[in-house]
Structure formats: structure tokens, C-alpha cells
């Protein structure tokens, strides 16, 4: 083909290509301007709402409830008249019997606070606990027999060693008590007896 002729072509084709275009763009015209202009809002206003009246309660009156009950009607009962006493009665005095006072059960330890030695308690000290440097007091609880005898020792308070507490039972048991005499018989006596143990004192 000429060129002369091919110029019309294609001026003719893009001619027909614009006018496509705008056809396009009348259609999509109403679309854009639907969605750019949105319908209007109606807008309506709520009134506040109306306050309650407030109900009152009802009184209710409280009735305590009252009961009587007659008290029932008790029949007479006649007692016979009382009898003089006959002179032949025979009347015996009553005697009045005294509490009769338990006697004091001697068996049980009298508590001392102080007692006699025949032969005193002489405590011999440890070595080990003189090594460490170990001292205290230790106080002990014995019960005395009938012939001056410690048959019991034990331990009231103890000085923290096991060895001094051990040393002072063994001393004591040792010693001579002179036996405690209440109403002119001797009877089991307790008391209290502290060894102290103290570097600074001269002991065994």
C-alpha cells in the first residue's frame, strides 16, 4: 500500500479508539459520582428519658401475737388434821456425828528449803570441761528418805554442760543427809540443792 493511502487508516483507528475512550468514561461518569456524593444522613433526635416516679413502700404493721392460757383450776386436797404426840411415845435423841478428817498421808515428800549434811557434797570437776573452759550452776530436785539416803536426784535446772550436770549427781550421791523429823518421826523430805561449777574456785 502507498503511504498516502495508509495516513487515513490510521487516523481513522484512532479516531475509533478515543471515541471508545470517552463512550467508557460517560459510563463510569454516574458511578463516580454516586460514590463521591453519598446519600444524606437523617438524623433524629431521642428525647431524654422521663425520670421514675418513685413507689413508696406499703407500711406493713407488725402484730405481736398474745397468747393467755387460763391456768387450770386445782381441786383442793384436805389433809388430815395433825395428831397430838401420844405421852407413850418413845422420842430418841439425834446424834450429831463430826466430819471425820483425813488423816495426812505421811508417805508424801515434805518440800524443804533446807537440810542438814552429814557428809557434804564435794563435786568433782571434769577435766574435759575444765579444758573447754566450762562452768554454770546446777540446781537439782532430791527426795530425801527416812534414813537420810538421796534415793532420788533430778535435774531442775542444768548449767548447759551434760558433763557438770552429771558431775553434780554423782556428788550428791556421794553425801550424807541428816534425815528431816516432823512430830518426832523421820519422814521423806525434797529440797532443792545447787552445785556450782567456777574456774576460779578450787575444786577436786
Known sequence: MQPSVQKPIVFGVIVAIHALAIAGLAQ???RLDSTLNPAPLAVRLISEPQEREQVKPIEV???SPSITVD??????IELPPIAE???RAITIPVRTTTPV???EDRSAPRLISTVEYLREPIPRYPPQSRKLREQGLVMLRVMIDE???ACSIE???SSGSTRLDHAAREAVSRAAFKPYVEDGLPRRAMVL?????SLNRSSA
Open 155 to 157: 535435774i531442775e535446772s
Open 28 to 30: 463510569l461518569h454516574p
Open 147 to 149: 534414813k537420810g539416803n
Open 85 to 87: 404426840p401420844s405421852e
Open 193 to 197: 540443792i545447787p552445785i556450782e561449777f
Open 101 to 103: 478428817v483425813a488423816s
Open 61 to 63: 404493721k407488725t402484730i
Open 71 to 76: 391456768r387450770p383450776e386445782l381441786p383442793l
